[in-house]
């Protein structure tokens, strides 16, 4: 089975402001709710926030989520 579970948060270029912590912070916590459903420990998972667009954090850490 899946032993580590990793969550790229997607689009954060395109939050109100670009790149929030506020929303990241928010949909991390609607995904964990499901993360807990399916069996999974939220504490234990890894969430990302990247925008896969202009690669930010995907590679490197990016400046512009320095959070």
Do not use: C
């Not at 395109?14 to 912070?25: A, H, L």
């Not at 990302?48 to 590679?59: A, K, Q």
Request: charged residues 25%; proline residues 9%; glycine residues 8%.
């Amino acid at each position: 089975g899946v032993r580590q579970l990793i969550v790229g948060v997607n689009k954060m270029d395109s939050t109100e402001p670009p790149y929030s912590e506020s929303r990241f912070e928010e949909i991390k916590k609607e995904v964990s709710s499901y993360i807990k459903k399916i069996g999974y420990n939220p504490a234990a998972v890894v969430f990302v926030p990247i925008s896969g667009w202009h690669g930010d954090n995907m590679l490197e850490p990016s400046n512009k989520m320095p959070w």
